[in-house]
């Protein structure tokens, strides 16, 4: 395991954003593992940057997302779809062809799962996976308790989390109770793994993570077992280890 410690945000978002770039420097067509969440927004900024300026190419570039909820639409404001487009793919050139995020639309959970990891093996695997870390110590929608055998498949959302999104959806009831994620089998498939962590609120969860006992109970504690896994955190994230 690397630990890069970030200064700020910023830091954090440019040193990672150079990984993935290098990445993309070193193997063009590389297959990456993308995430949503408020943590990657600097990464996905200063990439759209870099792009602008010539300095990056996605053309030959395939990426695979993590997550999606089940049963909404990719115009769905709330989708990981709409997310990705808004925040990256709308300003840069990966081919809409092999951009891949879950099917939230197929009502068919195991059809939708079974499809993804074949999109995931027909593409040689995923080269970087970048992951951000829920304050439960959650990857992808992998909660506390989940299996690490599994790859891709459907998860009941936790009343927690339910509530804690409520606010994107303006009433509880319309949160969706369900989503596909990749599993912690399909990110520990994954040639090498980038993680980012910001903010104090991370901090208990990613001592735990880094430092305590591999256990399904913190997903993200597999991480420590894989054999090339990068974290960049932010000071006041790292400030437990
Ligand atoms: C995103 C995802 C989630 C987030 C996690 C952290 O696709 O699967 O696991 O990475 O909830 O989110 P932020 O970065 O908003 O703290």
Same mark, same amino acid.
């Given at each position: 395991m690397k630990v890069i410690k970030a200064k700020d945000y910023e830091? =954090?978002?440019r040193k990672a954003a150079n990984i993935i770039s290098a990445q993309v420097i070193i193997k063009p067509d590389s297959v990456?593992?993308?995430?949503?969440?408020?943590?990657?927004?600097? %990464?996905?900024?200063? @990439? *759209?940057?870099?792009?602008?300026?010539?300095? %990056?190419?996605?053309?030959? +570039?395939?990426?695979?997302? @993590?997550?999606?909820?089940?049963?909404?639409?990719?115009?769905?404001?709330?989708?990981? #779809?709409?997310?990705?487009?808004?925040?990256?793919? /709308?300003? +840069?050139? +990966?081919?809409?062809? /092999? *951009?891949? %995020?879950?099917?939230?639309?197929d009502p068919d959970s195991d059809r939708a799962c079974r499809d993804y990891d074949v999109i995931i093996k027909k593409a040689g695997g995923?080269? =970087?996976? =970048? =992951?951000?870390?829920? /304050?439960?110590? #959650? *990857?992808g929608f992998n909660e506390p308790g989940a299996a690490f055998g599994l790859e891709t498949h459907c998860v009941d959302l936790a009343e927690s989390t339910m509530a804690a999104n409520a606010r994107f959806f303006g009433d509880k009831d319309k949160v969706p109770r369900q989503a596909y994620t990749m599993g912690i089998k399909s990110i520990m498939q994954a040639k090498k793994v980038l993680m980012v962590a910001s903010g104090r609120e991370k901090a208990e969860i990613i001592r735990d993570a880094i430092l305590g006992p591999v256990t399904p109970q913190v997903p993200a504690s597999i991480l420590q077992m894989h054999p090339d896994f990068t974290l960049v955190i932010e000071r006041e994230a790292a400030s437990l280890i």
């Open positions: 830091d =954090l978002s990456l593992g993308l995430a949503t969440g408020s943590t990657p927004l600097g %990464i996905y900024r200063q @990439l *759209i940057e870099w792009y602008k300026k010539g300095d %990056i190419d996605f053309s030959d +570039v395939t990426t695979i997302n @993590l997550d999606e909820y089940r049963g909404l639409s990719p115009g769905n404001d709330q989708s990981y #779809h709409y997310f990705m487009q808004e925040n990256f793919f /709308r300003y +840069v050139n +990966v081919p809409k062809d /092999r *951009i891949h %995020i879950p099917d939230g639309e995923i080269d =970087l996976q =970048l =992951l951000g870390i829920g /304050r439960d110590g #959650h *990857i």
